[in-house]
């Protein structure tokens, strides 16, 4: 059978389109085209590379005008290296940390000492002054097998986006189990770097993670909460491949969550992302609601903890200044839970959540007359009702999870009078009660 009549060439071929004339990718074909060298199609030497040098340097240069041509070595050299023992998931995590922080590159001063500089590898700020290119028919090869993928997304020549096509009679659980699975056998290299995976037939598709089983795949049907909702292609393409977006999640809805002794990368659902985003701008203007950000409600087993996550992770990196984030629950089992997931997805730094963690109600106040990042409390530890207001040069958030139940008025009350500045915005599986004490 022809190329013109495959499995997949034409859900590809749309797929193709839409990056193109509706998003702003530039899209190219390599099958059976692609010629290799500095100045061949996309600058490959060898099928086995993965990583675009002439697109990446490109862009280090764009981006990191200061760089030598030593330096411009080093960082490449930086970005490209790994521990031979290292398993796949700690490769994609340094690779991950470094394309999103930085690579760190030696500079040497005026007077002679040497200094370390961090050397963007993506503009995350202005999307159009990134490269962004999808790759249709992409031969990559290893020591002992060659592979063509459907559709490989590069930024600044960074593979980061992987999608894998059926048509639309196949199940799309067999792209994952034929495709998916067997490249990361034979061409590993291809997801050092990778941050989304994406499997469709066209009438479906699903979205994961590196190490993600199948059935933690899933949906993206809407670029807006009002949307009625498409499990296509197409609504996929369009909710995570436009510009801003893609960057967007990239740089802040992703986590690699070291719980129980084992890595497990963690990216946004589409509800959380667009919930997050929701909350992001109402705290952007918590002046004008008066600190009431309101509620972000969640279904069952729905991932509410990491969506607390990603909110505090997305302002901490976003805004200015240095805010307390107060992560509020009514039990001692949520308490721990929560803070643990905070420290085991990186936001606490070095520091072991038990040293956030107020332990009465007098440590409580202790900790808010400071300035650390985080504070996990019950609600019932806001028991001090004659305590003097807290007035901090810097902002204060509160992440209420399910502690709006009106029987912990008093210590709303409580809480209100110490932070009578502080913003608010509740968590909830539950229907909310009419006296919400805390989110309005």
């Not at 500095?38 to 764009?62: H, I, K, N």
């Not at 998916?180 to 994406?198: H, K, S």
């Not at 509020?328 to 606490?348: H, P, V």
Request: charge should be neutral; hydrophobic fraction near 35%.
């Amino acid at each position: 059978m022809s190329r013109e009549y495959s499995e997949n060439v034409l859900v590809q071929n749309s797929a193709g389109n839409l990056l193109q004339n509706v998003l702003g990718w530039e899209v190219v074909l390599a099958y059976n085209s692609e010629k290799l060298g500095p100045d061949g199609t996309l600058g490959r030497t060898s099928y086995g590379e993965v990583l675009l040098t002439r697109y990446f340097r490109q862009a280090l240069l764009r981006l990191n005008p200061w760089l030598t041509p030593n330096q411009l070595d080093e960082v490449q050299k930086k970005f490209t290296a790994h521990v031979s023992t290292a398993s796949l998931m700690q490769i994609n995590e340094e690779k991950y940390f470094l394309l999103r922080d930085g690579i760190p590159v030696t500079v040497k001063r005026p007077d002679g000492r040497t200094e370390i500089r961090s050397a963007a590898v993506i503009d995350f700020k202005n999307p159009e002054n990134n490269h962004f290119l999808a790759v249709k028919e992409m031969k990559i090869h290893s020591q002992l097998y060659r592979c063509r993928t459907d559709i490989v997304g590069f930024v600044n020549g960074i593979p980061l986006l992987f999608i894998e096509l059926k048509k639309p009679t196949v199940d799309v659980q067999n792209a994952y189990i034929d495709n998916y699975r067997n490249y990361l056998d034979t061409i590993p290299q291809l997801f050092y770097y990778n941050a989304f995976l994406m499997l469709s037939n066209g009438l479906e598709a699903k979205v994961g993670t590196l190490g993600s089983k199948y059935e933690f795949f899933h949906e993206w049907k809407r670029l807006k909460e009002s949307d009625a909702g498409s499990v296509e292609l197409e609504t996929m393409l369009r909710g995570i491949c436009e510009k801003k977006t893609f960057l967007d999640l990239l740089e802040n809805f992703i986590l690699y969550d070291h719980s129980g002794g084992r890595t497990t990368k963690i990216l946004a659902r589409n509800h959380q992302y667009l919930g997050v985003n929701e909350a992001v701008s109402a705290y952007e203007n918590r002046k004008l609601k008066d600190g009431r950000l309101g509620v972000f409600w969640h279904t069952q087993g729905s991932g509410k903890s990491y969506s607390m996550v990603f909110l505090a992770q997305k302002i901490r990196r976003k805004f200015a200044g240095s805010p307390t984030i107060v992560v509020l629950t009514d039990r001692d089992e949520l308490n721990r839970q929560i803070s643990d997931t905070f420290e085991n997805c990186g936001l606490l730094g070095k520091t072991k959540a038990s040293q956030f963690i107020a332990s009465s109600g007098t440590d409580l106040v202790k900790k808010l007359q400071g300035n650390p990042s985080f504070v996990f409390t019950l609600i019932q530890k806001f028991n001090l009702p004659k305590e003097p207001p807290i007035y901090p040069d810097h902002d204060i958030l509160i992440l209420s999870d399910e502690a709006h139940r009106s029987q912990y008025g008093i210590f709303a009350d409580n809480m209100m009078h110490l932070l009578p500045t502080a913003s608010r915005i509740g968590f909830t599986g539950t229907p909310l009660l009419a006296d919400d004490h805390i989110t309005e």
